[in-house]
């Protein structure tokens, strides 16, 4: 997994492109924020943690000093019904200190 990652990483950023990355805290978002080579990792994670924390910080689960400077975002709650007139969907809930889309 990381071995595809760092390549996705190194193709974006070659085309000027910041990468960033989703995926479980306890699974590959987690494999990512703890591998010790950090050689062409994504500048950007983005965990889901469904703890209906609205948090990027409080209930960081890796090294406090990963992913700072506006890089995080957290997942902290999936299929929560939104009802909007009249119509109910299922929406999933993220808290956001970092870009979800640059662009200019």
């Given at each position: 997994?990381?071995?595809?990652?760092?390549?996705?990483?190194?193709?974006?950023?070659?085309?000027?492109?910041?990468?960033?990355?989703?995926?479980?805290?306890?699974?590959?978002?987690?494999?990512?924020?703890?591998?010790?080579?950090?050689?062409?990792?994504?500048?950007?994670?983005?965990?889901?943690?469904?703890?209906?924390?609205y948090?990027?910080?409080?209930?960081?689960?890796?090294?406090?000093?990963?992913?700072?400077?506006h890089?995080?975002?957290?997942?902290?709650?999936?299929?929560s019904?939104?009802?909007?007139?009249g119509?109910?969907?299922?929406?999933?809930r993220?808290?956001?200190?970092?870009?979800?889309?640059?662009?200019?």
């Amino acid at each position: 997994m990381l071995t595809y990652v760092r390549s996705f990483t190194r193709t974006l950023r070659s085309k000027t492109y910041r990468a960033g990355y989703y995926g479980f805290s306890s699974s590959s978002a987690k494999a990512v924020a703890t591998a010790t080579n950090r050689t062409d990792l994504p500048g950007n994670l983005w965990y889901a943690l469904w703890d209906r924390q609205y948090t990027t910080t409080a209930d960081w689960p890796w090294d406090p000093s990963l992913y700072t400077g506006h890089s995080r975002g957290h997942q902290y709650m999936a299929n929560s019904r939104e009802t909007r007139n009249g119509y109910t969907i299922n929406v999933d809930r993220n808290a956001w200190d970092g870009p979800v889309a640059v662009v200019g």
